[in-house]
């Protein structure tokens, strides 16, 4: 992974270019969280408050279009805490967004709760407001019940 914290911001984007079509298979494996884990870390200290690239883009919307299945994984769940984390709840809206109606079936399981988790703690307040609404509404309370 040294190789990655060599990497500017361009040839990180192009990385996550790389990743975006098997981002699944990537994130699943141990190692492969790691390796997008550092990628993020990087940018966001490459980045300050730069606009995002097309990379980062391409890689929030796949990981929107897959964030259930990514956030209830043994790995890939680090690795959609961390992106969160690192970038940001503005920048990675569609993300919480995707998760948001599922949020009761995740806090259900081992490792999507760990991203419930996560959310409720360190979202900014409005977003919390709305996660926490998700989590009490009468649906949600009822599955909850049922567990």
């Known amino acids: 992974?040294?190789?990655?914290?060599?990497?500017?911001?361009?040839?990180?984007?192009?990385?996550?270019?790389?990743?975006?079509?098997?981002?699944?298979?990537?994130?699943?494996?141990?190692?492969?969280?790691?390796?997008?884990?550092?990628?993020?870390?990087?940018?966001?200290?490459?980045?300050?408050?730069?606009p995002p690239l097309r990379g980062q883009w391409a890689l929030i919307s796949e990981?929107?279009?897959?964030?259930?299945?990514l956030a209830a994984g043994p790995y890939a769940h680090r690795v959609v805490q961390q992106l969160l984390q690192l970038w940001g709840?503005?920048?990675?809206?569609?993300?919480?967004q995707a998760l948001k109606p599922q949020l009761c079936a995740l806090s259900c399981e081992q490792h999507g709760a760990h991203v419930v988790l996560m959310m409720l703690r360190e979202a900014p307040r409005e977003v919390q407001e709305g996660l926490a609404g998700e989590l009490t509404s009468p649906e949600s309370l009822q599955k909850l019940m049922s567990k």
């Open 1 to 50: 992974m040294p190789a990655i914290l060599a990497l500017d911001r361009h040839w990180l984007d192009e990385l996550l270019l790389v990743f975006v079509p098997v981002l699944h298979q990537v994130a699943d494996t141990n190692y492969g969280a790691a390796v997008l884990i550092c990628c993020f870390e990087r940018l966001a200290k490459l980045e300050r408050d730069l």
């Open 63 to 69: 990981m929107a279009r897959q964030a259930v299945s």
């Open 89 to 96: 709840f503005q920048k990675c809206r569609a993300i919480v």
